[in-house]
């Protein structure tokens, strides 16, 4: 079946480090893969997506680019900041199916 | 603005009553649905509507009922069936039919079983 498959957190990193969440998926069909973001006691907001192979989903210095080859959506961002702590979700919907998956989530915390 | 709202934002509930959540969205969506997330956890489907005055199971349907009556309202009810509902409840909403479009989300409800 469709799944999501996310590293486990948490993650820790001092501020302007660089990050990577990785994540991978299974999917039936041809996804389109996105990355969310939760901030404490919120809704989840989309950070980025991807719609086909190749494509690179980019928001707010994040990126992540579409890996048919190695089924993988990882999530990067080059210099992190402290605003960035929160808990991100990587996330497939398949087409002509209303369902999303989603992955476990990976908390991150950026330090000063 | 567009958006989805729930209401209230937080919720206590004796043992044995029943509890309606509510989720309403201005976005003109055709699907709507419905999640749980318990602490340090991902997102449970609980259910999901398609189109007015339809709706299937979703991964945690057991202890749980909706209605679809209205496009822009999906409430769902925790019933006393449910044996552990306390937990952060998460309504969505986003185009039917394509895959690559987001689901939108509301701010939550956190439930609370006193």
């Known amino acids: 079946g469709d799944s999501v498959t996310q590293m486990e957190g948490p993650v820790t990193l001092s501020e302007e480090a660089f990050l990577t969440i990785n994540c991978t998926y299974t999917?039936?069909?041809?996804?389109?893969l996105f990355w969310y973001v939760q901030y404490p006691g919120e809704g989840l907001q989309l950070l980025l997506k991807?719609?086909?192979?190749?494509d690179k989903g980019s928001n707010k210095g994040f990126e992540a680019t579409y890996r048919k080859e190695t089924t993988s959506f990882h999530l990067e961002k080059g210099s992190v900041q402290v605003s960035d702590s929160a808990v991100y979700f990587c996330?497939?919907?398949?087409?002509?199916?209303?369902?999303?998956?989603f992955g476990s989530g990976t908390k991150l915390n950026v330090k000063p | 603005d567009g958006g989805i709202t729930q209401s209230p934002k937080y919720l206590f509930r004796k043992e044995g009553q029943n509890v309606t959540l509510s989720c309403e969205q201005n976005l003109n969506h055709d699907a709507m649905y419905w999640y749980r997330q318990d602490p340090g956890q991902g997102l449970r489907l609980i259910y999901y509507s398609q189109i007015v005055n339809d709706f299937q199971k979703g991964d945690i349907a057991e202890g749980y009922s909706v209605s679809r009556e209205k496009k822009e309202s999906f409430p769902l009810t925790v019933t006393s069936a449910q044996k552990n509902p306390t937990a952060f409840y998460l309504c969505?909403?986003?185009?039917?039919?394509?895959?690559?479009?987001?689901?939108?989300f509301g701010p939550g409800t956190r439930l609370t079983v006193l």
């Open positions: 996330a497939l919907s398949v087409s002509n199916f209303n369902k999303f998956y």
């Open positions: 991807a719609t086909k192979a190749d």
């Open positions: 999917a039936t069909g041809y996804p389109s």
């Open positions: 969505a909403s986003r185009e039917r039919d394509s895959s690559g479009l987001e689901q939108f």
